[in-house]
């Protein structure tokens, strides 16, 4: 069954579909939106061979005509360049039509995608199609769109909302366990940021969400879309200081993906950047050791990494005084008291920083779930 979540902003509200099949119910939601007649189709070649024979099915029964356009699978495609070049495509196509973009992949593709549908002809209406974890909690809602630069990622972008979110749970049947792991690291932040029930039930059933038990994993997919549409309907523009708790686990998280020159995941880092949280909480007195064991748990459980090997502590450090988040060159976290209740804290001096990062770093055999 299909199950729907608001996401309830003053301008423009929309709709989250989650459910398994969810695809299924593709050119209905097209034609109750009216959101055009001609769709461009944006994905990857992964997702052309592994499921666009359906989608593209789909597509037909409720439009005119589609185009397709593919990317590499990279976050390489997530550039001005290729927006650029398919922007050229679309415009040769968008003769006498009723146009809207459909992103149908992983957060690259939405990412890119919604960043055209923002800025051709200064907005086309577009549709999210998230097939990863990650982008069917997270990515897809919320409406931040972007390309990266030489300079860092995500670093032109543009915030434009989707007319709908469908997040058919039978596409994660492909995913490599690598990009599902990634997807509950972030489940995991929103567990520990929001919602202790979620938490518990997180704990209770790690092994047969791990293993893709449809009705627990639909379950957390459910739980995390609503969080965020909850935490974006409250602070749509990034700009209320209520969406930076998103950012739980990721100033570090972020400066370990960039001292290992991207070379561990995205949902790796902010699995070690959580710990890192945790580790700041308990000696800033906000947090009891017991909670921060238990996140550390959970996370070992689902296979994550809770500290790094091979990389430089000063990197970290110097990559940490890059982000985005620091407002005039104060730094600034999210922490957590106990599970569901963060803290923002700012200038954290810069010794407790670098005793956090040197706990992070280990050297020899790697750890037991014990000593994470
Ligand atoms: N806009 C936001 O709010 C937001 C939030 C978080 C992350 N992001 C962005 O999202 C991107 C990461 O997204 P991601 O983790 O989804 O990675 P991704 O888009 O790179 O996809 C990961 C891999 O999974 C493959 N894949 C996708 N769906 C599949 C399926 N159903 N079966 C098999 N393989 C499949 C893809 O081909 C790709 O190789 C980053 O660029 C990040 O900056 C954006
Ligand atoms: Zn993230």
């Keep these: 069954m299909i199950k729907k979540i608001e996401v309830a902003l003053r301008r423009q509200p929309y709709s989250i579909y989650v459910g398994e099949n969810a695809l299924a119910d593709l050119p209905r939601l ?13 994905t990857t070649r992964n997702l052309v061979s592994l499921h666009g024979k359906k989608l593209m099915g789909c597509l037909h029964k409720s439009c005119d005509s589609v185009l397709p356009l593919v990317i590499p699978d990279s976050e390489k495609s997530k550039s001005a360049k290729v927006a650029l070049g398919l922007i050229e495509k679309i415009t040769k ?5 009723k146009l809207f973009l459909v992103a149908f992949g992983g957060g690259v593709v939405g990412d890119l995608a919604g960043f055209i549908a923002a800025i051709y002809k200064r907005g086309v209406p577009y549709i999210q199609i998230p097939s990863t974890l990650l982008a069917q909690i997270d990515s897809s809602i919320g409406g931040k769109t972007a390309v990266d630069t030489a300079f860092g990622k995500n670093l032109v972008g543009v915030f434009y909302q989707p007319r709908f979110v469908l ?13 599902i792991k990634a997807g509950l690291s ?25 293993a893709l038990d449809t009705s627990r994993l639909n379950k957390v997919i459910l739980k995390c879309a609503g969080l965020k549409a909850r935490i974006v309907a409250l602070d749509e523009f990034d700009k209320k200081g ?13 400066a370990i993906e960039a001292a290992s020159r991207y070379k561990i995941s995205h949902g790796q880092a902010v699995a070690i950047g959580m710990v890192a949280a945790c580790k700041l909480s308990l000696k800033l007195g906000l947090l009891n050791e017991k909670t921060a064991r238990e996140i550390t748990q ?12 091979n990389i430089k502590p000063g990197m970290v450090l110097a990559a940490l005084k890059h982000d985005k988040k620091f407002l005039q060159g104060k730094n600034r976290f999210v922490l957590i008291e106990k599970i569901g209740k963060t803290k923002i804290v700012e200038n ?16 020899g055999k790697p750890l037991t779930l014990r000593e994470g």
């Design 30 to 42: 097209i034609r109750k939106t009216q959101i055009g007649t001609d769709a461009v189709l944006i």
């Design 93 to 97: 196509f968008d003769i006498k039509k």
């Design 167 to 179: 997040a058919d749970t039978n596409l994660l049947k492909t995913l490599p366990q690598d990009q």
């Design 186 to 210: 972030e489940a995991v932040k929103y567990a520990v940021i929001k919602d202790a029930a979620f938490f518990d039930f997180f704990k209770k059933n790690i092994k047969e969400i791990k």
């Design 242 to 254: 209520v969406r930076i708790i998103l950012n739980f686990g990721h100033t570090f998280g972020h």
């Design 298 to 309: 959970l996370l070992c459980a689902i296979g994550l990494p809770t500290r790094v090997k």
């Design 348 to 363: 954290i001096p810069e010794k407790l920083l670098r005793e956090i990062i040197a706990e992070l770093i280990w050297v």
